[in-house]
């Protein structure tokens, strides 16, 4: 079992930048995939990016693709999602998950068995 953290989260400018990471404890990180998903207020939950565990899978969601950066340090149990040109639809809770299957990088929360508590992330001016 891995339990998940996220932090980082806070309110930014439109065109500004976060860096959100996930801190894993428990099971060692490199067993698992990790996802990011967000959710905004009276909206589904939307897959953001995923990398797989030897960080030679990388996906991301159209709405964020070059924008938005997911690395990790397996050694340091640490996965981070650097979001840049940030605009007001990108506010949402982000949630980072973990994906038992370590090889792949999902955008599909369905596959995700552990899950942070998110970190609420608002852009506005």
């Known amino acids: 079992q891995v339990r998940l953290e996220e932090a980082g989260g806070g309110l930014v400018q439109p065109g500004g930048s976060l860096t959100l990471s996930c801190a894993a404890s428990?099971?060692?990180?490199?067993?698992?995939?990790i996802g990011w998903f967000r959710q905004a207020p009276g909206k589904e939950y939307e897959a953001v990016s995923a990398i797989s565990s030897r960080s030679d899978k990388i996906r991301y969601a159209d709405s964020v693709k070059g924008r938005f950066t997911v690395s990790r340090d397996n050694a340091k149990n640490m996965v981070y999602l650097q979001m840049n040109s940030l605009k007001p639809e990108d506010t949402a809770v982000y949630f980072c998950a973990a994906d038992f299957h370590s090889l792949r990088a999902i955008l599909d929360r369905s596959v995700y068995e552990y899950w942070g508590q998110g970190t609420q992330v608002t852009v506005s001016s």
């Open positions: 428990g099971n060692p990180l490199d067993y698992y995939g």
